[in-house]
């Protein structure tokens, strides 16, 4: 399956843990974004990054969440001391370098993360 | 700040019919307009695009319109069928490949 590979894909946490949630974007793809859809709303922007570099981070809460996709490896989103409030699916996407191919975003099945 | 906006939630047709998804956005800078359907529990896929410089992109029973002057796509899908049923979240890029979701609109289709 050459597709966005997202794990876990159900994560439980309690409040005050951490959550680490991982994403392989498709072969060839560079560049990874991650989404968050709480319970009966849309998809809203967290995180753009590209290999070693966030492009974006305008959407991400500015305490407890950070992103990062290294050199080697999958791209991670981390949450420090969860809160109920985190609970949510996390989706990650991947498209290929700006300029190749007509543009679209390759979604994940989605990491669901319930924070008891 | 809500950059593009789906403005029904929710929309009903019976099969067959002709179902009509509307978007609207604010920015003009967006060359680029997708629509991706996601069923529960699993990732959005795409569905369609179309870029800024068209009106109108056609694939099978779907098809996007463009009106660039209202700020305003639409997605129609005819015939309509149950296998339709899902939520329609319109999406637009802007240049540095950022991308822009509406908060969705669930479509039922009615046998």
């Known amino acids: 399956n050459a597709g966005v590979m997202q794990n876990p894909r159900h994560l439980v946490r309690r409040r005050g843990q951490e959550a680490r949630l991982r994403c392989s974007p498709m072969k060839g793809h560079s560049h990874v974004y991650w989404y968050r859809q709480l319970p009966e709303e849309g998809l809203k922007f967290m995180v753009y990054?590209?290999?070693?570099?966030?492009?974006?981070e305008s959407g991400m809460p500015k305490e407890r969440f950070s992103a990062e996709f290294p050199k080697e490896g999958p791209s991670i989103l981390r949450i420090q001391q969860v809160v109920r409030g985190d609970s949510a699916a996390y989706f990650c996407?991947?498209?290929?370098?700006?300029?190749?191919?007509?543009?679209?975003?390759?979604f994940g099945e989605g990491s669901r993360l319930t924070v008891l | 700040d809500q950059q593009v906006k789906q403005n029904s939630p929710s929309l009903s047709v019976q099969e067959g019919r002709i179902s009509i998804l509307n978007c609207d956005y604010t920015n003009s800078m967006f060359d680029y307009f997708l629509w991706y359907k996601k069923y529960p529990a699993e990732g959005p896929t795409f569905l369609i695009s179309?870029?800024?410089?068209?009106d109108k992109n056609e694939d099978g029973r779907f098809t996007v319109f463009l009106n660039k002057s209202a700020k305003h796509l639409s997605l129609h899908i005819v015939p309509s069928q149950p296998g339709d049923s899902a939520v329609y979240f319109c999406?637009?890029?802007?240049?540095?490949?950022?991308?822009?979701f509406g908060t969705g609109t669930s479509l039922t289709v009615i046998p």
């Open positions: 996407a991947s498209s290929p370098r700006p300029g190749q191919g007509p543009g679209e975003l390759f």
């Open positions: 179309i870029s800024s410089i068209k």
């Open positions: 990054l590209q290999k070693e570099n966030i492009i974006d």
């Open positions: 999406a637009a890029r802007r240049s540095g490949n950022q991308f822009y």
